[in-house]
């Protein structure tokens, strides 16, 4: 029996404009996916999941597809990810038939944009092989849990999420180019609103409104020149210009359409509590934004703010993926 965990993240900058090749900066930050696994003596594949901010469900695998027992689309996304990160799994360790029994536990909640698949999927990746008998060097991990997200997202998934749950710390992300930057402890508070948005139906949102105006293809462009800056300041610890780059950020999302009132009503909060800037973190839609502050009024004012159902710090973690 292994047990792996993955860090999840949040954007500094970039979301969105990363899938159409512009560089990003996501970060690991101190929240986990664990994921335990064991060979079985049989060919199935049995998943238990808890703890993923839903009701604990279980699900069984033998011919055809998963017989899951929650109607929920966030369980089925989630099943989705486990089981192309089982698929994975399987191809490297040469044992397509192995059976194997996964427990995934997670502190990050599903679809709030804070990683959670590319957590789960890296993590399972890291657990799986090593049950069977293999270890994956972590180009190996980031690179299979990167086919996982391109799978279950209909080819719609940048490397970002991925690269970084496996690596940890800050990473630049351009295209198929990835490595880890240096970077100062940024002092992250999270809020977030409980919801969810849906990637593939944003990816698709802003697809689409790129075709139809060349003014939202610049904005998308734009976005890659803002990380351009960003990585200058972060390089220079230049904390204030963050966030000063990140509110800049919030504001090209929102134009593309991938904000919304939960979301600005926290950045909101955050600026008003004297962060250095605040952005939505993430596909959008619901779930997290991402505000720097050193202080404590950030983390209280969101805690006070009607649209934030948790608040809360984070801190930058440097480990990525471990066994446990
Ligand atoms: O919300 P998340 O954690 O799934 O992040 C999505 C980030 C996008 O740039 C919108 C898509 C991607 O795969 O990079």
Not at 241 to 262: D, K, P, T, Y
Request: glycine share 12%.
């Amino acid at each position: 029996m292994v047990t792996a965990s993955a860090p999840g993240k949040v954007y500094l900058f970039g979301e969105h404009a990363v899938v159409y090749g512009e560089p990003a900066v996501p970060c690991a930050i101190d929240l986990r996916a664990r994921v335990t696994a064991e060979e079985r003596s049989d060919d199935r594949l049995v998943v238990h999941a808890r703890d993923l901010k839903l009701d604990g469900f279980t699900v069984e695998y033998g011919e055809g597809s998963p017989d899951v027992d929650a109607e929920d689309a966030l369980v089925r996304a989630a099943v989705g990810y486990v089981d192309e990160s089982v698929a994975q799994v399987r191809d490297a360790a040469g044992r397509p038939g192995a059976g194997l029994e996964i427990t995934v536990e997670s502190d990050v909640p599903l679809g709030a944009g804070l990683g959670s698949s590319a957590a789960v999927s890296v993590a399972a990746i890291e657990a799986g092989t090593r049950a069977l008998g293999t270890e994956l060097d972590r180009e190996e991990v980031a690179d299979r849990a990167y086919r996982v997200e391109h799978a279950v997202q209909d080819g719609q998934a940048s490397r970002s999420d991925t690269f970084c749950s496996t690596m940890g710390g800050a990473v630049r992300v351009e295209g198929d180019d990835t490595r880890r930057l240096d970077a100062p402890d940024l002092p992250f508070v999270v809020g977030y609103d409980g919801g969810a948005g849906d990637t593939g139906e944003l990816v698709a949102k802003v697809r689409a409104l790129r075709e139809d105006y060349g003014f939202a293809a610049d904005t998308v462009a734009a976005i890659g020149d803002l990380v351009r800056e960003g990585e200058r300041a972060l390089a220079e610890g230049d904390v204030e210009e963050l966030g000063r780059l990140m509110n800049f950020n919030h504001g090209l999302l929102s134009a593309v359409g991938v904000s919304s009132r939960s979301l600005d009503g926290m950045v909101w909060a955050a600026r008003g509590a004297g962060a250095h800037g605040a952005k939505l973190t993430g596909a959008g839609g619901g779930g997290c934004i991402v505000a720097l502050d050193p202080t404590d009024a950030t983390e209280r004012a969101l805690s006070l703010t009607p649209q934030c159902e948790r608040a809360f710090r984070a801190e930058l973690d440097a480990e990525g993926v471990r066994v446990e």
